[in-house]
């Protein structure tokens, strides 16, 4: 597995494959890859003319749909038209350290967007699912903090690092959950996270933030590998023969870049309290719910704050 490339994908043909963010980084990659394999490949973006632009560069079954993560109507009315198949639902897209915004039903941006919106999207499109659901997660979960206290940053001094690292532990979490509740109710669809490592693509290319981003900057331009490597987590985890609740990231360098490989998660990653917490309070916010039956939550005790 260590030496795993785009080469040793098998043919994807007869197979229909929903990636998000396709229309840049290692999205783009991805569903380039996936549709010279044979895959119909289904780019969900926010701009249809970036998407219809990226497609463009693209050998195969191509289609570009609108999708907003920051914007739940646009997620039901992506999920209410799509009525075929999905083999594989790659949860890409994500932002990174923007000032302080809200999504339209008035989240913080990151949660909403990286969280919010695929986790409403995963529970939606979840009946028409019949493989698996790959979300890309990040070694910035490692010092990620769940803040049940106030999760949309209404209370505290907004910090654009701390609330990308509550998005991206909030991914593990969720995808953790999912990976209980998939076995719980018998199917056979599987839960699989990975991550890119640290890859040169635009999520972090944001300007004027001072010293500390000009040092990470450069840090990131001076390990980083290219957006064709920092796909390969992705390309593994949904191609390849992986166990659910498997987590994929770079086998080098502290997981920061090299060929795919099984990658070590935090151990918060798997708190069941913290992750059925997680699960009940999204379903709430997103007015969306685990839709292949009832399955009841883990005892969760209550806690005030962060997570641990």
Do not use: C
């Not at 932002?95 to 967007?113: A, K, M, N, W, Y």
């Not at 493989?131 to 979960?141: K, N, Y």
């Not at 992750?275 to 916010?285: D, F, I, K, N, V």
């Amino acid at each position: 597995m260590t030496s795993f490339t785009a080469t040793d994908i098998p043919s994807q043909d007869g197979r229909t494959i929903v990636v998000t963010g396709a229309n840049g980084g290692i999205g783009r990659v991805t569903a380039s890859v996936l549709a010279e394999k044979g895959a119909r490949v289904v780019l969900a973006v926010r701009d249809v003319d970036k998407g219809l632009a990226a497609a463009a560069t693209m050998a195969g079954s191509l289609e570009v749909r609108r999708l907003d993560l920051a914007d739940l109507s646009s997620v039901r009315e992506f999920a209410g038209s799509f009525t075929e198949p999905i083999d594989v639902l790659i949860n890409n897209a994500g932002i990174s350290i923007p000032p302080l915004t809200r999504t339209v039903d008035g989240f913080e941006s990151q949660l909403g967007t990286n969280h919010l919106g695929h986790f409403a999207l995963t529970n939606l499109l979840l009946p028409q699912v019949s493989g698996r659901i790959v979300t890309v997660g990040s070694l910035v979960h490692l010092v990620g903090r769940i803040d049940f206290a106030d999760l949309n940053w209404t209370d505290r001094k907004y910090r654009p690092y701390g609330a990308y690292g509550q998005s991206k532990l909030a991914n593990h979490l969720s995808a953790h959950e999912l990976q209980r509740r998939l076995t719980a109710a018998g199917s056979s669809v599987i839960s699989v996270v990975a991550h890119p490592g640290i890859a040169t693509t635009n999520l972090m290319d944001v300007e004027g933030r001072g010293l500390r981003h000009r040092i990470e900057k450069f840090f990131v331009q001076s390990v980083a590998h290219a957006a064709e490597a920092g796909a390969l987590p992705s390309l593994y985890a949904a191609t390849a023969d992986v166990a659910g609740d498997s987590y994929i990231g770079p086998s080098r360098m502290m997981g920061m870049r090299g060929a795919p490989a099984p990658a070590k998660r935090a151990a918060k990653t798997k708190n069941a309290g913290d992750a059925g917490r997680l699960w009940e309070e999204s379903e709430r916010l997103t007015g969306t719910t685990f839709p292949l039956g009832r399955i009841p939550y883990r005892p969760v005790i209550a806690t005030e704050g962060t997570s641990s």
